[in-house]
């Protein structure tokens, strides 16, 4: 399983440790993520995600797991969140 959030698509980063003496060695940055069970509440049910902290922090600010999928593109998401999204834009028909 990657490393990379469902909703906002971020994943892992490289950069370097730095020594006192300033030598450089490769390291990797991976992101903090959960296992979270958001709640659709136009769908009326649950859905199982694997979001970073952070990106749990946007979609709780934007008011809810519906309007963060609505209003994020589809090259960020997951298959599983398109899927949902999908089912959103079909139950607002």
Known sequence: MSRICELTGKGRMVGHNVS????????????NLQNVTLMS??????????????????????????????KTSDDK???????VKKELKKAAA
């Open 20 to 31: 006192h003496a300033n030598n450089k060695t490769k390291r990797v940055f991976l992101p």
């Open 41 to 70: 509440d136009k769908l009326e049910r649950s859905f199982k995600f694997r979001v970073s902290t952070s990106g749990l922090r946007s979609v709780e600010h934007v008011g809810g797991l519906d309007n963060w999928l609505l």
């Open 77 to 83: 998401l997951s298959a599983r969140a398109i899927k």
